[in-house]
């Protein structure tokens, strides 16, 4: 399909300055050997394309980077790998999702202190003004929320709607969670 895209393209005779092709390769960009290795899980083949040289910090059409990819899939080997090839550990996509914001949300422990050992912003909030700790919070996960307290989260930020990392954690029901944001000053 991407090949009649590319044929198509260049037998209507656009140039190769034109903006079309560009969009293209964009387009194209998601399915590299890195992006479908790390959406595969791929450990092997994740270090072979990074070996290779493609780029840690490439992202799709939606700006879900592969670092992104790996932590969606709770893949801790995969998100080390790109780290250490100099992947953007803050690098959010178009919605604003940080690495550390997703993991705090799917609730993976390991992901989280490998985020955070390697620089990621506690507190950096997506569009909708929700940080790591207000979805970890609203999720109910207890022990990312006591990471992300003991990493410096500040408990009292709001998002867009007003809700506290508090509020949220309400809609949990967890109630260690709410005794955690408690214990940490939250009001």
Avoid: Y
């Avoid at 090949?3 to 198509?8: N, S």
């Avoid at 307290?149 to 309400?170: E, H, I, P, Y």
Wanted: no cysteine; charged share 25%; hydrophobic share 45%.
């Amino acid at each position: 399909m991407k090949r009649l895209l590319l044929a198509t393209l260049f037998a209507a005779g656009l140039s190769a300055g034109s903006v079309v092709p560009a969009l293209a390769q964009i387009s194209l960009f998601q399915d590299t050997g890195l992006m479908q290795a790390v959406n595969d899980g791929d450990v092997a083949k994740t270090k072979g394309a990074l070996l290779r040289g493609e780029n840690p910090n490439q992202a799709d059409i939606h700006g879900k980077t592969a670092l992104l990819a790996a932590v969606d899939r709770s893949s801790p080997a995969i998100a080390a790998l790109l780290l250490d090839s100099g992947a953007n550990v803050n690098r959010a996509d178009k919605a604003g999702n940080t690495p550390l914001l997703v993991a705090a949300e799917n609730g993976n422990p390991e992901l989280i202190d490998l985020l955070l050992k390697k620089g990621a912003k506690v507190d950096l909030e997506n569009r909708e003004g929700m940080t790591p700790l207000m979805v970890a919070s609203r999720a109910g996960r207890a022990d990312v929320v006591e990471r992300l307290l003991k990493a410096g989260a500040k408990v009292d930020r709001s998002d867009f709607t007003g809700r506290t990392a508090l509020n949220w954690s309400q809609e949990s029901r967890n109630s260690r969670v709410g005794t955690l944001l408690r214990q940490a000053g939250a009001r």
